[in-house]
């Protein structure tokens, strides 16, 4: 399968897509009683509304006056090393996922001790001192925040 | 006269030498770390100046606002971080310093450009606060307006090459500041059922996931065993300032410094926001703008000698009308009252020598923060040498903790992820990340004032049009835009004749 594609076509294409749903859903979103020319609406709707019109502008940018790139699907392409190194972002992005659930019934300082790990894992790291400078840091901070800043981390 | 030299006398007391490095230690500790802002550092030490008498206290407060504003610097050049809002300007050139190996220079022009900066303001306070603030006095709803659109012009600057990739960020900026109750109706926006949400978005929890988020992400794909590079401590420090690039610097500094000062006195404002106009208007005269974005040591001199330029101008409104420009100084109006000053017109009579004693004392709380900031330099600039792996996870932890600790809820932590997985893939699409800010920045000053104005005109637009300073800033913003366009249009073409030339 070919694709042809640039970036202005894939954002042009999402904000357009963004900005109609955020332009539909401001009357339920915004309930003003205010009977002025000028709401608590105003604002929103000139930001959406800018947020369409620009993204459209770029969706026609992209599809008629910048050059694409051409990606042909195939099985190899899954084995690529560029779909690897994508596939390493989204495992980073999934971590983050991951911690942003675990911190409020784990507490900072587990769930940040089990993302640090995670993380040198990630990168592949082999001398335990690598492993055990940010987790240090984890208590450190811990501590500065809780005993010196008077902030209950969770 | 008389007032002056009593002031000298009363700033003449090794107590309030003491307490000045101490103050400026804690400010550039809390300003470097990103989530902690002065205002902390303000509220925080605070119950430590109940038994100093007023000068030291109220030096002390300012050591830490001035030191916190260049602290923020740190962070922004070797992270791509910055520390507090008012470093956010700081990014654009630092970082891509650091990234080409001139950590070392470009922490060392940051401290330059805030000394500069900041004696600058502490002179200004010092003889200019009277007139200066006559002439704030005169700005209403729409000369506020004007000035938060002179600051969107910034957005035809930092585009790149695609100036609606640009005003898309900036619309997405513009609807997040929205997010949240409504400033003057008290309607709820956009926050989808999560009351938590009615507060709004902070500042710093954007920033903290727009920028030191999406980074870590970026670097995601690192791999520690091809992409680090071992450099030796020598060679990190060896890169100095040239005697060129001083000479260089002083231009943008001086634009810096005082735009710092006109800004930083209107309340309301605050230095990030004089940093951005700053910087604008230093690339866009600049004989070399192509340069800037990419580690241009003058970007970071004007946006440093900008927003420390901002700290002791804030004070203007404050201690001659009683009006705090913004969260910090009041703060410091509230450590003025404990103390028993009341800020106001009646001020300068009632305790005149205190209040010169503190104003010269501004400029020493400058000298030493050079001299502080520049024993510590050599230090920040190794952390370049840590691992990245090492680093990627501590830089997280204090972000994680520092958002959290904004507003104590866990609610923050989300935010800062979230955005910065969005800030990734709008990174990997070519966008920058500067418009998201500048919309999140100027939207509640922008709205608020606009809705003013339109109110005291009675619906009409012309009000932005018939008043003169109001009309001068849109005028300059609508030339700025137009004489940027013009140029990029010309560069473009050089760069496909040279192309065409090649081929």
């Known amino acids: 399968m070919k694709i042809k594609y640039n970036s202005e076509i894939i954002s042009g294409a999402i904000f357009t897509i963004v900005g109609a749903a955020l332009w539909l859903l401001t009357p339920s979103q915004i309930r003003t009683k205010e009977t002025t020319a000028i709401t608590a609406q105003t604002l929103p709707r000139i930001a959406i509304g800018g947020l369409f019109v620009f993204a459209v502008c770029l969706l026609l940018e992209g599809i008629f006056a910048r050059e694409k790139k051409e990606l042909v699907v195939t099985r190899e392409s899954f084995r690529s090393e560029g779909f690897k190194k994508e596939l390493r972002s989204l495992l980073y992005a999934l971590f983050l996922i991951v911690y942003c659930f675990l911190v409020k019934p784990l507490g900072f ?46 | 006269m008389e007032q002056f030299l009593g002031g000298l006398q009363v700033l003449a ?10 103050g400026l230690a804690i400010g550039i500790v809390v300003g470097a770390i990103p989530g902690l ?53 700081t990014l654009f050139d630092g970082y891509p310093m650091t990234v080409k190996g001139q950590a070392f220079k470009a922490l060392q022009m940051a401290l330059f450009a805030s000394t500069i900066g900041g004696l600058i303001s502490a002179v200004s306070l010092l003889f200019l606060a009277p007139p200066i603030a006559k002439i ?34 900036a619309c997405v900026g513009l609807f997040m500041a929205s997010i949240g109750q409504d400033s003057i109706s008290g309607t709820a926006r956009f926050i989808f059922g999560q009351r938590r949400l009615m507060a709004g978005i902070d500042l710093i929890i954007a920033l903290i996931g727009l920028f030191a988020i999406s980074e870590i992400m970026m670097k995601s794909q690192y791999n520690p065993k091809t992409d680090h590079k071992t450099v030796s401590a020598s060679a990190i420090t060896k890169d100095k300032i040239t005697k060129d690039e001083y000479r260089r610097c002083w231009k943008p500094i001086g634009i810096g410094s005082l735009i710092g000062v006109i800004i930083g006195a209107t309340p309301g404002t605050g230095g990030g926001l004089a940093a951005f106009i700053a910087y604008n208007q230093v690339k866009q005269s600049s004989k070399h703008p192509e340069t800037f974005g990419k580690g241009e040591i003058e970007g970071v001199a004007v946006s440093e000698s900008a927003n420390n330029g901002a700290c002791g101008a804030t004070m203007i409104p404050m201690l001659t009308l009683g009006v705090p420009g913004d969260g910090s100084t009041a703060i410091l109006m509230g450590a003025f009252m404990l103390h028993g000053m009341v800020p106001g017109p009646s001020l300068f009579a009632e305790q005149g020598n205190i209040l010169y004693a503190i104003m010269l004392g ?3 709380v400058n000298v030493f923060m050079y001299i502080i ?52 893939f709008l990174r990997r699409m070519d966008f920058q990340l500067v418009p998201i800010l500048l919309g999140i920045v100027l939207g509640p000053l922008m709205e608020k004032n606009f809705r003013r104005a339109m109110v005291i005109s009675q619906g009409s637009p012309s009000i932005f049009f018939t008043r003169p300073i109001s009309c001068a800033f849109i005028l300059i913003a609508v030339v700025s835009v137009v004489v940027f366009g013009i140029r990029s249009a010309r560069a473009r073409k050089r760069a496909q004749e040279n192309e065409a030339k090649q081929a």
């Open chain 2, 373 to 424: 900031g520049s024993v510590f330099t050599r230090f920040y600039a190794h952390i370049t040498r840590i691992p990245y792996e090492i680093l990627a996870p501590i830089v997280l932890t204090f972000c994680i903790a520092g958002s959290y600790s904004t507003n104590n809820r866990v609610y923050d932590i989300y935010i800062i992820l979230i955005f910065g997985i969005i800030s990734y």
């Open chain 1, 109 to 154: 300082l587990i769930a940040t001790a089990l993302l640090v790990v995670a993380i040198m894992v990630f990168y592949g790291a082999r001398k335990w001192y690598y492993y055990a400078i940010p987790l240090a840091m984890v208590g450190i901070v811990y501590v500065i925040f809780h005993e010196m800043l008077h902030v209950s981390l969770p």
């Open chain 2, 362 to 364: 501004l400029i020493v």
């Open chain 2, 37 to 89: 802002t002065s205002d902390l550092g303000l509220i925080l030490c605070i119950p430590l100046t109940y038994g100093m008498d007023p000068t030291m206290a109220i030096l002390m407060l300012l050591a830490i606002y001035c030191g916190g504003t260049y602290g923020g610097s740190i962070t922004a050049i070797l992270i791509n971080t910055p520390g507090t809002s008012a470093n956010a300007a």
């Open chain 2, 13 to 22: 007391q090794w107590q309030n030498f003491a307490v000045i490095p101490l």
């Open chain 2, 136 to 169: 704030t006095l005169l700005f209403g709803p729409a000369e506020y307006f004007a000035l938060s659109v002179f600051g969107l012009s910034v957005i035809a600057g930092v585009s790149n090459n695609s100036i609606f990739k640009g005003l898309i960020g």
